[in-house]
């Protein structure tokens, strides 16, 4: 399993009204294993990331993503990368819950998309996720996957929510962006510092 492109968009796109980023994923022999059909995999990732409990997913309801790893046979590896993909950013303080994955129309890829507050929180909890994906499956399904016999999930997770927090607007001017979401005016950040642009001019 692994990434061909990265696309970061700032603004309204084709996938929502505000920003995502997409990931081009080639499955590898992952396309033929859905969640539910590797053995122990569910209940690893659960007892890693319990938070994925809240997750709705198309059922509606809590557990709902849950329903979706354990019934019928699991849901692909792409879906379940866009869940951790977000829920790793919720553990690092953003609030977003927006996703979709979606085939490519080739064989094994699928355009993975989830909703980011600040990009480079977002592309470090996206890595995060899949380097913990490739360890909860066995290593003949991830050939191309270079493994770390040291890698500990939460160290790992502790330095991402670190680097958001490093990263986070400060609160003068996070109050001025959640005042600007409320009302519907679109904004941009400008620079690695708390420079914030709003509106499109």
């Known amino acids: 399993m692994h990434v061909t492109e990265t696309r970061v968009y700032q603004g309204p796109n084709l996938y929502a009204h505000f920003p995502v980023m997409r990931w081009t994923l080639q499955l590898g022999p992952l396309e033929d294993k859905p969640s539910d059909t590797i053995p122990g995999f569910v209940d690893a990732l659960l007892e890693r990331v319990p938070t994925l409990w809240e997750h709705t997913c198309s059922p509606g309801v809590r557990g709902g993503f849950v329903q979706r790893l354990r019934q019928d046979g699991g849901?692909?590896?792409g879906h379940v990368l866009e869940h951790v993909a977000i829920e790793l950013?919720?553990?690092a303080?953003?609030?977003v819950?927006?996703?979709k994955t979606r085939g490519s129309g080739?064989?094994?890829e699928y355009h993975v998309v989830f909703e980011y507050e600040e990009a480079r929180v977002a592309q470090a909890a996206a890595e995060l996720a899949m380097k913990?994906?490739?360890?909860?499956?066995?290593?003949e399904l991830v050939p191309d996957a270079k493994l770390d016999a040291e890698f500990d999930f939460q160290s790992e997770l502790d330095d991402l929510?670190?680097?958001a927090q490093r990263r986070a607007l400060g609160p003068s001017t996070g109050s001025l962006v959640r005042a600007a979401e409320a009302r519907g005016i679109p904004w941009s950040r400008l620079n690695v510092h708390s420079l914030v642009q709003f509106g499109h001019g």
């Open 132 to 139: 913990l994906l490739h360890h909860l499956v066995p290593a």
């Open 161 to 163: 929510i670190r680097q």
């Open 89 to 91: 950013q919720n553990l």
């Open 93 to 95: 303080g953003a609030r």
């Open 106 to 108: 080739h064989l094994g």
């Open 75 to 77: 849901t692909w590896m």
């Open 97 to 99: 819950s927006f996703g």
